[in-house]
Nanobody, 117 residues
Framework: QVQLVESGGGLVQAGGSLRLSCAAS????????MAWYRQTPGKQRELVAR???????NYADSVKGRFTISRDDAKNTVYLQMNSLKPEDTAIYVC???????????WGQGTQVTVFS
């Protein structure tokens, strides 16, 4: 059974930092591109950051220079370091795994991040 379990969300003042983690089980982690999305009410799910199996990364323009995605294949975990947080970063952050060479992807349940000014 595939599980993606996020942690590290919370309430933080604008300008602060949070580090999200997503622990994966039930998948061959190093054969999956990993990503963080975020969701707010009334809006489409937005790709925040992605890291592929070769450790190449890409980011939404809105978070470039502030957020850093990384992965530890030995721990089956992907991270999102979020610095200089803004109120508009408030959202549910959801972990995603996309299996390479297969039309298959998995989603976590999400973790709430709330940034207040």
């Amino acid at each position: 059974q595939v599980q993606l379990v996020e942690s590290g969300g919370g309430l933080v003042q604008a300008g602060g930092s949070l580090r999200l983690s997503c622990a994966a089980s039930g998948i061959i982690f190093n054969l999956n591109h990993m990503a963080w999305y975020r969701q707010t009410p009334g809006k489409q799910r937005e790709l925040v950051a992605r890291i592929n199996t070769g450790y190449a990364t890409n980011y939404a323009d809105s978070v470039k220079g502030r957020f850093t995605i990384s992965r530890d294949d030995a721990k089956n975990t992907v991270y999102l370091q979020m610095n200089s947080l803004k109120p508009e970063d408030t959202a549910i952050y959801v972990c995603n795994a996309q299996r390479i060479l297969m039309q298959r992807q998995y989603w976590g349940q999400g973790t709430q991040v709330t940034v207040f000014s």
